[in-house]
T-cell receptor
């Protein structure tokens, strides 16, 4: 059964550094998403992406975040200058329609 | 604004016993409702979804959920729990159109006693 994959599974970075989290969505899905879950808190929506454009974003998704589909398979989330409060589990998801399918997540630790 | 409440943070159930997880939502229009399960170290796996029609929906792993509009609820049930059902369960609501965000509840952690 096709799955969403994410790399790396764990990323440790220093505050102020740039990180890129990578996702490979399910191949015939057209809609892509990023969510995050800070330890002990709810899963929060960050952004959705369709047809090479952001279709919806939350107030969390400020100018330090960006998303890109650099080729036909990858979907990336870039955080330009990480802050301590960016430490969280980041989930990628994809969907053919309304039901979203999630990857295993990348745990980002900012020191 | 849409929101989801899962009143139970932890539930402990004996293996073979029934399980019910509560979910209440707030949404201005007809909601699209989902239950996801997260096992340790795993991603969020879709258990079932409700879009319209029959208010009792069947999902994978023997789970079912019932949509009750009058109570703004979408409770998840399983008649007989297996040890492998120990996990965290998340209820989510969405607008329904592809590309729209999901809003998640805080999750319910299920522990299964032998």
């Amino acid at each position: 059964e096709p799955e969403v994959t994410q790399t790396p599974s764990h990323q440790v970075t220093q505050m102020g550094q740039e990180v890129i989290l990578r996702c490979v969505p399910i191949s015939n899905h057209l809609y892509f998403y990023w969510y995050r879950q800070i330890l002990g808190q709810k899963v929060e929506f960050l952004v959705s992406f369709y047809n090479n454009e952001i279709s919806e974003k939350s107030e969390i998704f400020d100018d330090q975040f960006s998303v890109e589909r650099p080729d036909g398979s990858n979907f990336t989330l870039k955080i330009r200058s990480t802050k301590l409060e960016d430490s969280a589990m980041y989930f990628c998801a994809s969907s053919p329609q309304a039901a979203q399918f999630f990857g295993p997540g990348t745990r980002l630790t900012v020191l | 604004a849409q929101s989801v409440t899962q009143p139970d943070i932890h539930i402990t159930v004996s293996e073979g016993a029934s399980l019910e997880l509560r979910c209440n939502y707030s949404y201005g229009a007809t909601p699209y409702l989902f239950w996801y399960v997260q096992s340790p170290g795993q991603g969020l796996q879709l258990l079932l979804k409700y879009f319209s029609g029959d208010t009792l929906v069947q999902g994978i792993k023997g789970f079912e959920a019932e949509f009750k509009r009058s109570q703004s609820s979408f409770n998840l049930r399983k008649p007989s729990v297996h040890w492998s059902d120990a996990a965290e369960y998340f209820c989510a609501v969405g607008a329904g159109a592809a590309g729209n965000k999901l809003t998640f509840g805080g999750g319910t952690r299920v522990l299964v006693k032998p």
